[in-house]
Structure formats: C-alpha cells, structure tokens
C-alpha cells in the first residue's frame, strides 16, 4: 500500500488524537480492509475489528452487525460516493474520522492502476462537518495538520504550511 513509506507522521498525529478521546477498554470497529494503521491501534492497545473489503456504499453489513463502542474511519469518506448512507448506518454513539482536506493547488487524487485508491470527493472541513451533521453527529473535537514532502518546487512548498489532513472526534446525537 505504502510501497515501504508509511505516513509516520499522519499516524502520529491520529493516534494522538485518538488516544485523546478514546479508551482502550472502548472495542472498535475500523472501516476499511486491515492496514497498517490497525496495527499501531492495536500495539497502543485498542481491540480492532475491521470491515472485510465489502463496498460501503452499497454493503452496511459490516456496520449493522457490529457491537463496537467506536467507530474508526481514517481516509475512508473520500473514497466514496455517498458517504452519508454509511454514516448513518453506524450504530456506535461516538466516531473518529479523519479526511484528506482539498488542496486548491492539487487534483483529486486517482490511482490509474487500482479502482478502489480513488478519490470521489476532495471535502473541505466545512463541507465534511456539514456531512456528519446532516447524519445525525455532532463534532466535539477537530484537528487539522499538514503533510510536508521532500521535494523541491512550488506545491511540495505550498504543502509546509497547508494543511493537508482533517481529523474529527464525534458523538450520535440522541433524539
């Protein structure tokens, strides 16, 4: 997935974030196939299930026989086409989900060898808020950080002071 180059950063600051607002005795259900990332969550102690690669826009199997106390969703959203339906089928009370922010000065990202490593939407924070929102959440903590790269030019410099990931602690609004 990483080719050998893990996002080290992006991992620090979400299991920072998550260990802010997360249990390790809360159990946790990850959208999205095992991954790198579930391991650094499990290795800090958190109890992972992740959903089994089933297309989420469409299959809410995985979310609907879930028991989990937590909901994780880390660069999931921007991979479907109708996220809403997925946020509204969770059963948990509390969500952490983070997104890769729209970079003005970058197209969406689209991988032109695998089908599922494509970006449907490229959210601004508001528009993510708005999402979650409208699907009965409410966001009680964000953070944003940005992602700087090794490389010389105009957008690998743009990228030191733009922020580039948007992560979101969030509660089910009772009715």
Do not use: C
Request: aromatic residues 14%.
């Amino acid at each position: 997935m990483y080719e050998g180059k893990f996002p080290h950063k992006r991992y620090k600051h979400t299991l920072a974030f998550l260990q802010k607002h997360i249990n390790t005795n809360e159990t946790i259900l990850d959208l999205g196939v095992t991954n790198p990332f579930t391991k650094v969550m499990e290795q800090a102690g958190y109890k992972i299930t992740n959903t089994k690669g089933e297309d989420l826009d469409d299959d809410f199997t995985g979310v609907k026989n879930s028991q989990a106390d937590v909901v994780t969703a880390f660069e999931i959203f921007e991979h479907l086409l109708a996220p809403y339906n997925i946020l509204k089928e969770i059963k948990a009370d509390k969500l952490v989900a983070s997104i890769p922010l729209k970079l003005w000065f970058s197209n969406a990202y689209r991988s032109k060898t695998d089908p599922w490593d494509r970006h449907y939407h490229e959210f601004e924070d508001w528009q993510f808020d708005w999402l979650l929102e409208k699907a009965g959440w409410e966001i009680k903590d964000r953070n944003k950080w940005t992602n700087p790269v090794k490389k010389i030019g105009i957008r690998p410099l743009l990228r030191r002071f733009t922020n580039r990931y948007y992560i979101v602690y969030a509660e089910r609004i009772k009715d």
